[in-house]
């Protein structure tokens, strides 16, 4: 029985290690490139659907593509800052 019990134990601990207390993730540029990625996929996709007949060249598209890109990117990025900005805060008992 002692070899089960510690056994358990350990696994206990492990899994606690694994899990995130400290509270929510810090935000990264990384997943901002990603979601702006994601997002500009999405933008293309429902040009290419709606505006078939009316795209512009496509050194014009991808001019497009590219601010788009930058817009979605900056916006997500600042987005996370703000919100992982408030949940510290109210975390840590401060204004609503």
Do not use: D
Not at 25 to 40: D, E, N, W, Y
Not at 74 to 87: A, I, K, T
């Amino acid at each position: 029985m002692a070899k089960k019990e510690q056994r358990r134990a350990a696994r206990q601990t492990q899994q606690r290690s694994r899990t995130r207390t400290s509270g929510p993730a810090r935000p990264s540029l990384k997943r901002a490139l990603i979601q702006g990625a994601v997002l500009t996929a999405v933008y293309v996709v429902v040009m290419w659907v709606f505006f078939r007949s009316s795209l512009p060249v496509w050194w014009a598209a991808a001019i497009y593509v590219l601010v788009f890109f930058a817009m979605y990117t900056g916006f997500v990025y600042f987005w996370e800052n703000f919100l992982y900005s408030r949940r510290m805060r109210r975390q840590q008992g401060g204004k609503k």
